[in-house]
Structure formats: structure tokens, C-alpha cells
């Protein structure tokens, strides 16, 4: 079956520094791969999706970039983070983009201070 | 723009009252329709809809689409505690979400 991973699961970082978060995928081939942001008591906004190694579609502009270095590895970076990024971040994975729905890894809790 | 638009933000009951969440979309080459439950961590999946007046079922959820009026609904009846959660809807094309609906039920 397959299974998606996710972390760190909390991360406080402060304003400046640089961040990498990184998701994992197990038991499928060729996954799309998306980063949502979650801010409290909203929404999930789409930053980032990927339909296969070194594709990157980016939703909206921003402090933050993704790569996809393998077909099963979604990375979520910045140089200099900001308050603003501070949010819940998950990753998701699904078979086909509109066919199949998403399955969300566990997410990341990331607090800028 | 493409937009999702869930309503009522937020939603309080009793334990065994029947609740009704709302979604209505506006997305370019529409694909599908996904109901999402989330409560501490991850989104679990729910319900996908891709035809118009098709219920889908699972236990005392439910959920149907209306293709041509561009929303959906979601319904729960004789809820419990453990429904208390947030309930996302996206549209696919592009996986936009809602701000979700936050339901609370009470003992």
C-alpha cells in the first residue's frame, strides 16, 4: 500500500533562516506531488505541484520554491524565511490529478519567530 | 478566477441532529469534486464526485453534485462527537479548496 511521509512535524525557525521540508512517498511510481499551506482556521492554499522529476508548477508567488530531485521526493525550501510563512504545511500525493483524489501526509506545524 | 466557496464557516449541533455543509465552485475544465474530513493533522479523504446527482454514501455520511447549479453538499445525520472536525471541499481541476466548515457537535 502506499504511504506518504512528512517532516519534521513541528519546526520553529527564526525569521532569516533558510528551511527545508521534505516529503516521501512509498508503494506507487510517478506520483503528483503538491505542498499546501494551511493558515489557522483556513483553507488549504496550493503552493506547489509536481506531475514528475525537476516539474514544478508554482501557484502562487512567494518566499518559498520546490524541487523534485527523485519521483517519489518533494522538497519545500526557502533562503530567508519570513513571519508570513509561518503556517501548516502538508504534502500530497495522488495517482492522477483530477481522476484520483489526494492523500495528505501528516503535515509540518512550522512557527517563524 | 477559479474559486470554492464553503458555507457555513462554522457549525455547532447536538449530538444526533442531521447537519448539511454546503460547497459551490467556479473551476475552469472541471474534473471533480472532493470532500475532505479534517480534525488534528491530515486531511482524510471522504467522498469523490465527478457526476451530477449520483449520492454517494458512506455509513451516516452522504454527499451529491449538482453540475449544472456548480455545488455540492454534504450531509451527516444522527451525528456524534467524533464527527466534530473541519470538512474541506476542492474543486479539481487545480485541487482549490475552501476555507472549510468547522463543525462542532456537542454531547
Known amino acids: 500500500s502506499q504511504t506518504i511521509h512528512q517532516w519534521p512535524a513541528t519546526l520553529v525557525q527564526p525569521v532569516g533562516s533558510p528551511l527545508s521540508l521534505e516529503c516521501t512517498v512509498e508503494?506507487?511510481?510517478?506520483?503528483?506531488l503538491y505542498w499546501y499551506r494551511q493558515a489557522a482556521g483556513r483553507g488549504l492554499q496550493l503552493l506547489f505541484y509536481?506531475?514528475?522529476?525537476?516539474?514544478i508548477s508554482s501557484e502562487v508567488p512567494q518566499n518559498l520554491s520546490a524541487s523534485r530531485p527523485q519521483d517519489r521526493q518533494f522538497i519545500l525550501s526557502s533562503k530567508k524565511l519570513l513571519l508570513s510563512d509561518s503556517g501548516f504545511y502538508l504534502c500530497?500525493?495522488?495517482?492522477?490529478?483530477?481522476?484520483?483524489?489526494?492523500?495528505f501526509g501528516d503535515g509540518t506545524r512550522l512557527s517563524i519567530l | 478566477e477559479d474559486k470554492v466557496v464553503q458555507s457555513p464557516l462554522s457549525l455547532v449541533v447536538h449530538e444526533g441532529d442531521t447537519v448539511t455543509l454546503n460547497c459551490s465552485y467556479e473551476?475552469?475544465?472541471?474534473?471533480?469534486l472532493l470532500w475532505y474530513k479534517q480534525e488534528k493533522k491530515a486531511p482524510t479523504f471522504l467522498f469523490m464526485l465527478?457526476?451530477?446527482?449520483i449520492e454517494k454514501k458512506s455509513g451516516r455520511l452522504s454527499s451529491i453534485l449538482d453540475k449544472k447549479e456548480l455545488f455540492s453538499i454534504l450531509n451527516i445525520t444522527a451525528t456524534q462527537t467524533g464527527d466534530s472536525a473541519v470538512y474541506l471541499c476542492?474543486?479539481?481541476?487545480?485541487?482549490?479548496f475552501g476555507a472549510g466548515t468547522r463543525l462542532t457537535v456537542k454531547p
Open positions: 500530497a500525493w495522488s495517482a492522477d490529478r483530477g481522476a484520483q483524489p489526494q492523500h
Open positions: 508503494g506507487t511510481s510517478n506520483p503528483n
Open positions: 509536481s506531475v514528475g522529476i525537476g516539474q
Open positions: 473551476v475552469t475544465n472541471f474534473r471533480s
Open positions: 465527478t457526476s451530477s446527482g
Open positions: 476542492a474543486g479539481v481541476n487545480d485541487m482549490r
